[in-house]
Nanobody, 125 residues
């Protein structure tokens, strides 16, 4: 089945940048909507950004809009999240996810069928 592997996490100071990448593999991968969720300690998992296969629809959580940019390269089966102007509130485990052909700004977990193991992003003051 689809396997998702995140990379690019780490620790940065507030105002810094990180770029997360997700490599999708497996014979079941084909034209999935993909996105990023995050989960901080004691908090529920929340949607961050999502993008359709062709990139025609992109969704961002209000908390990251204007600071994060989601993109994908279908030829390389990769999904990226460029995170700029990071703030401590961005500290969380970030999860790459893939679903079917549909996704929306509601960031319902039911829209996504596959999940990566998560990578830590830590932003210090």
């Amino acid at each position: 089945q689809v396997q998702l592997a995140e990379s690019g996490g780490g620790s940065v100071q507030a105002g810094g940048s990180l770029r997360l990448s997700c490599l999708a593999s497996g014979p079941a991968y084909d034209r999935y909507c993909m996105g990023w969720f995050r989960q901080a300690p004691g908090k529920e998992r929340e949607g961050v950004a999502a993008i359709t296969y062709g990139g025609g629809a992109i969704y961002y959580a209000d908390s990251v809009r204007g600071r994060f940019i989601i993109s994908r390269d279908n030829g390389k089966n990769t999904l990226s999240l460029q995170m700029d102007s990071l703030i401590p509130e961005d500290t969380a485990m970030y999860y790459c996810t893939a679903g079917g052909p549909e996704c929306s700004g509601a960031f319902a977990t039911s829209e996504y069928n596959y999940w990566g193991q998560g990578i830590q992003v830590t932003v210090s003051s």
